[in-house]
């Protein structure tokens, strides 16, 4: 064989020397990964990977029918460390050189002054700061993750990131806000510090406005802690809560509440309520509470003025309720607005039922409209006991009395009808005709006055339009609501009529004028029980009725407690009249035609 033969020979072997040597090196190589040093690399690519961390899913805001908000989430920031990096990584920064000017140094910063620096923008000591580590570290020597400061605003959060401290970071933590401030606020309600819902719609509304909190975990550098991009872990998935949308007008809202509040302090008043609800569709478009809760101060104002006593406060409604005693006699066929009978000022009936007016007069001559006007407790006693105890009663159950109303709100009360009819004593078979001797709220008393408004057909009371998550169609319509048939057409219109004639003819007719719109309305003043068998000091006055009444499209109704200044029915009538003229005004509604019938009062 020559020489020039043995080249490549030479060459193979050489070739694969080199490949053996190769693969020895990385058979080596993987030994010590997966053998020798499996322990070591297996504990470093766990302090890459954090711990898993919540990703809050953000709760939904709440709006009004316009879609204006009343409450919604904004971006704070949970300021958290890694008490194990803190301990051990250290951080090295450039600082100007002292011996030359036009240069910089390295230079290590201690813990304790990184403590410091972000103790000093959280609002913490520097001690304070070591602390929470050295508590996470005395209780896990490898703890990761630890709470500094928690719901920061976004320029703490700008203010902790300039630190450029890399064992430092921030969580995003959605946070609740009222931008609305007190308006609505005692219907809306409020969440804690923790996000968990406290009062009002944010409370039994919750399964529609909460959201999901989801887990993730992701690698980071060990050298400087930053997150490295690419590398999340999503262990469960957030979602954000959906939008309450609700009935109110918030524009309106807030001018009912600056008329209600007025009121109450001209008659030093305890508080009041006024109820706007439209008549056909019994949607509720503003109801005000005063004293009124700001939802981001809930503490500046006292417990019990934090609720809805719109739908919480029971009260004996008084007189407004003749005109349901009324609605119901002419719908049973016992009398008409014309039937007659004589009204004195004290009657005993055979049963030994004692029944009074609230000032002495002579015997009157009234009509059933007449006994709407003088507001006379002895004339309807004669009529209500045309009808049985038993027809009465479930009259009031179709009216919506002794019940909650559709909406469900937080607490609600659902009056007391005295318990069942086969239970009344003699003196309740009688106070039950004239609105003693029972309780009703005063959305109820707004939802009587909306059914004789909308021809007989009550309308359930609605404050939340709907619920609409991510996904939803915007577009699908909610079914109508359906009414129920309480009292016939003809008894409503002729229940309307009479109203008309109070608002037109009663003591109050100069203190509620509306002019250019056909009125009908009720005035009451009524004792308000105290829970325990007796009653408060005070009374509560009242005022419901509805506009325009030839073709009723807004319901109103006042409450006003202890009004010392005023205690009379004179103290509810002026908001009863400004609320009505800023509702008619707003909405545009055209002016009546023709005036009301006119019915005798007298005989």
Known sequence: MNRTSRHPMRRILLSAAVLVALVGVFVVRLVDIQIVRAAELNEQAQEARSEPVTVYGARGDIVDANGKVLADTVMRYDIVLSPKQASKAEVVREVPDPENPEATKEVVVPLPELAAELGAVVGLTGDQVQGIITSELAEDPKADYAYVSKLVDTETYEKVKALDIPWVYADEHPSRRYPSGAVAGNLVGWVGPDGNPLQGLELSEDQCLAGENGKISYLHSLQDWVKIPGTEIVHEQAHDGGKLQLTIDTDLQWEVQRIAEAQRQVTGADWATVTVMEAKTGRLLAVADVPTVDPNDPSAIDADDRGSRSFTAPYEPGSTFKALTAASVINAGLADPYSRIVAPYRIKFPNGADVNDSSFHVDQQLTLTGVLVESSNTGMSQFGELMTDRARYDDMLKFGLGAESEVGFLAEASGDLHGDPDDWDNQTKYATMFGQGLTTTAVQIASVYQTIANGGVRMPVTLVDGCVRDGDDATAETPAPQGEQVVSPEAATATSQMLERVYQDAWLSDEWN???????????????????????????????????????????????????????????????????????????????????????ATW
């Open 514 to 600: 509306i002019p250019g719109y056909r009125v009908a309305a009720k005035t009451g003043t009524a004792q308000v029980p105290d829970g325990n068998g007796g009653y408060q000091e005070g009374y509560l006055v009242s005022v419901s009725g509805f506009a325009p009444a030839d073709d009723p499209e807004f319901v109103v109704s006042v409450s006003i407690m202890n009004p010392v200044k005023m205690n009379s029915s004179a103290a509810s009538a002026p908001v009863f009249q400004e609320v009505m003229s800023q509702v008619l005004k707003k909405y545009r509604t055209v002016p009546s035609g023709a005036p009301a019938p006119e019915l005798p």
